[in-house]
């Protein structure tokens, strides 16, 4: 089957979100729609696991609804398949939207597709945009994924380096709960950063060594804890630097780390996505590095950078158009690898 003239229903439920999205010719956005649960787990400063799940449940159907009636259509097998992230994420989430998906392919008798999040991100920027050119270099930053990967096409992929310890959006969340400043820490951070001095207190920036392309952020996380130790939780002014600080740390660390891998690959394009590019001080700085090097910067909207159906359906219309299908022994693999 080709992807040109197709519709396929992408179903995403890795972690905090449920999302439902119905693409065509694996570019076109139709509908895209986005249940969250940041309410339900900001009292605990982080995502709960068991009501993420619970959640779903009561998501899937309507969500998956909405994006079809948004789309116009009136019946599921008008679609060329049904795309569904079958991993990496939180095992109970990810069942919720694998199970519907498949009954929902068995009793229409459509194809499915299983999914990797991290291929849904790489393949996110080219969701109502040019594609990136097939050879590139792919930085993924999410709240569970920090990694550099090069990539030779689509579904070939080569692992640069990965974080060793605590993904960039995962020290966000981390350092917003040590403040108090709640949940999801990213957004909150980079508000009242936007008051603040970046070079106002000194943090590190982990693994320096030029070719070194792998990450750790724990450290990062530890130095502002200390701070907070030594001179108690800023407010004002001070908070204000702090997060700054914290920032432009993660920002610095994220851009030398890309900038290496696009000399080492001798790479002219990197595509940058996941929830931590919507970060604009981390869109600001890749923006300027990759013109100081000629290199073109492929980045998705900021809706498709946080987990969404529409990233799902694309991949899955690519994979669809190669013939590759799952069966309805699919299941959910929490760690699953993309390359």
Sequence with gaps: MNASGSLVLGIESSCDETAAAVVRDARHVESNVVASQIAVHAAYGGVVPELASRHHVQNIVPVVERALAEAGIDDPRALSGVAVTRGPGLVGALLVGVQFAKALAYVHELPLIGVNHLEGHLVAPRVG??????RHVALLVSGGHTALIGVEGFGDYRPLGTTRDDAAG???D???????LGY???PIIERTAAGGDPDAVALPRALPRRKELDFSFSGLKTAVANHVRRSGVPEGQALADLCASFQQAVV???VRKSEEALRQRRARALVASGGVLANKAVRAAMSAMCEAR???LYVPPIKL????????AAAGALRLARGETSGLDLNAV???PLC
Excluded at 129 to 134: G, K, L, N, R
């Design 129 to 134: 945009a040019e594609p990136p050119p097939s």
């Design 170 to 172: 995962e020290a966000f």
């Design 174 to 180: 981390k350092v917003a709960k040590l403040l108090g």
């Design 184 to 186: 999801p820490g990213g």
């Design 252 to 254: 610095d660390v994220l």
């Design 294 to 296: 000629d290199a073109a």
């Design 305 to 312: 950078c946080t987990d969404n159906g529409a990233m799902i």
């Design 334 to 336: 929490a760690r699953l």
